[in-house]
């Protein structure tokens, strides 16, 4: 199981993290809630780690583009 990447420049989003084998993205939000992203290809992945926004980029890419479920 993959790490959990620590986001401290965000202010609503604790930690990301990607499941390569399931292709899920994993959000831990600041309140405790953990969200599965799925179908995510790698490349999305990689530029929701470069965005200078990652709650901007979860709220516009991810949730508008992939199915989700509150895992937490």
Partial sequence: MAD???TPESSH???IKY???ERSVYVKFN??????YMNVPESVWEELLASGSKGRFINIVLR???EYV???
Avoid at 31 to 36: L, P, R
């Fill in 13 to 15: 989003v604790e930690a």
């Fill in 64 to 66: 508008r583009g992939y």
């Fill in 31 to 36: 309140d405790g809630s953990v969200y599965q």
């Fill in 19 to 21: 499941e390569p084998e």
């Fill in 4 to 6: 959990w990447v620590q």
């Fill in 70 to 72: 509150k895992v937490q």
